[in-house]
């Protein structure tokens, strides 16, 4: 299904100390769409100026609250300018914006609420065998949690649709935002989709990424999160 082109499509981008990658990401964001919006997460170096030079909106906390926090800021503000579909995208230069647009169609063809990236989808991605060991265990995790059966697991890269943001909000502030948005699509039944997606590693985006000590950092900041419910 082509693309609309009154369909008012916004791009996410939560950054913490990223000006070694923003502008460029940003950029080539808004080669192919023209709404980014980048939440900058109390960064302590140039970060929300690049990104603001490269022409994203850019947002900023006062304090640093994580990656999920600065995502919902983000999700936030697309929604109160009309955003009818939202795309997260990382802005350390993993995604690849030209593959935007192709997942947004699969969504809109499959009439489901969400669609989730996934690197294993597509071959060429060149994934370390340390992360593919620390996802294998991550996905046993999901399936045992969620009984969600999914082929990649925390993917930054994801559409979700103006319906699917109205519903769900995140509520864990760092890393463990990634499962919560799938126990969300279990539990509510959402429809969704997965799209291969292709991730570069580069050794700038491995040493900001998720470490494997992180995992149990991530557990217990999700059992925390179901405690206090």
């Not at 993917?155 to 463990?176: I, P, W």
Request: hydrophobic share 40%.
């Amino acid at each position: 299904m082509p693309l609309n082109k009154k369909d008012h499509i916004w791009v996410v981008i939560a950054a913490f100390n990223e000006s070694a990658t923003i502008a460029k990401t940003v950029a080539g964001v808004r080669a192919h769409f023209s709404n980014v919006v980048v939440c900058d997460d109390c960064s302590r170096d140039t970060t929300a100026q690049q990104a603001q030079a490269a022409g994203a909106h850019v947002l900023s906390h006062p304090m640093n609250l994580g990656q999920g926090a600065a995502l919902q800021t983000g999700i936030t503000y697309a929604m109160r300018q009309g955003a009818e579909y939202i795309v997260t995208f990382d802005a350390d230069g993993q995604h690849n914006a030209s593959e935007i647009a192709p997942m947004l169609a699969a969504l809109k063809a499959s009439g489901a609420d969400i669609a989730l990236g996934s690197r294993f989808l597509n071959k060429t991605s060149n994934t370390p065998k340390s992360r593919k060991l620390l996802l294998s265990a991550a996905l046993l995790y999901t399936r045992i949690t969620s009984g969600i059966r999914l082929t990649d697991v925390h993917n930054g890269f994801r559409v979700l649709t103006r319906h699917f943001c109205h519903g769900f909000e995140f509520k864990q502030n760092r890393m463990a935002h990634a499962s919560e948005i799938l126990d969300y699509i279990a539990a509510n039944r959402v429809r969704y989709i997965e799209h291969p997606v292709t991730i570069v590693y580069t050794e700038y985006s491995i040493q900001k990424g998720q470490k494997g000590s992180n995992a149990i950092r991530i557990l217990l900041e999700l059992l925390m999160g179901k405690v206090s419910k």
